[in-house]
């Protein structure tokens, strides 16, 4: 005891209740990283879950952005977007009857104005075969930009 009456504690003992504080903490620490690990299993069966997209020109653009990525098909959501604000203003049932693909009976349609025969040639496996269908209209577009000119972030006018 020490002179004004109270206990002293001894070194180890203070090095003993800061190690069970510290462990304690430890222990509080740990716990969401073990439910987060054996949380994990699950993983596998979310990643095989399909990506969902939006129905507007975001999601359309993003959706085709997949599907080029997985046949090889260069382009990006910026050079794609351009295009589209330049051809239809984003309206997947534009059509132009009035060029001379028009002129010849076989007008221009949809989001990036692509004739049927280009469509046809271009179509990607994995969408519609439509070519008012936006996803399909994008990635044959892009599919034909990237034989001709490389990638859709080549095309700078009426391509």
């Given at each position: 005891?020490?002179?004004?009456?109270?206990y002293?504690?001894?070194?180890?003992?203070?090095i003993?209740?800061?190690?069970?504080?510290?462990g304690?903490?430890?222990a509080v620490?740990?716990l969401p990283?073990?439910?987060?690990?054996?949380?994990s299993?699950a993983?596998p069966a979310?990643?095989?879950?399909a990506?969902?997209?939006?129905n507007n020109l975001?999601g359309?653009?993003r959706?085709?952005?997949?599907?080029?990525a997985?046949?090889g098909?260069p382009?990006?959501?910026?050079?794609i977007?351009?295009n589209?604000?330049?051809?239809?203003s984003g309206n997947?049932?534009?059509i132009?009857n009035?060029?001379s693909?028009a002129?010849?009976?076989?007008?221009?349609?949809?989001?990036?104005q692509v004739?049927d025969p280009t469509?046809?040639?271009y179509h990607?496996?994995g969408?519609a075969?439509?070519?008012?269908?936006?996803v399909?209209n994008i990635?044959a577009?892009?599919?034909?930009a990237?034989a001709?000119?490389?990638?859709?972030?080549?095309?700078?006018g009426?391509?």
């Open positions: 005891m020490t002179a004004n009456g109270q002293r504690r001894s070194r180890s003992a203070r003993a209740r800061k190690l069970a504080v510290a304690t903490g430890v620490l740990a990283l073990i439910g987060a690990t054996s949380a299993a993983t979310a990643a095989t879950t990506t969902t997209y939006t975001d359309w653009i959706q085709s952005l997949d599907i080029m997985q046949h098909i382009g990006s959501y910026n050079g977007y351009r589209i604000m330049r051809e239809s997947p049932y534009a132009n009035w060029d693909n002129a010849k009976g076989t007008p221009s349609k949809g989001l990036l004739i469509f046809a040639a990607v496996p969408t075969f439509d070519p008012y269908d936006p399909a990635t577009a892009c599919n034909y990237a001709r000119y490389g990638s859709i972030d080549n095309v700078f009426a391509y």
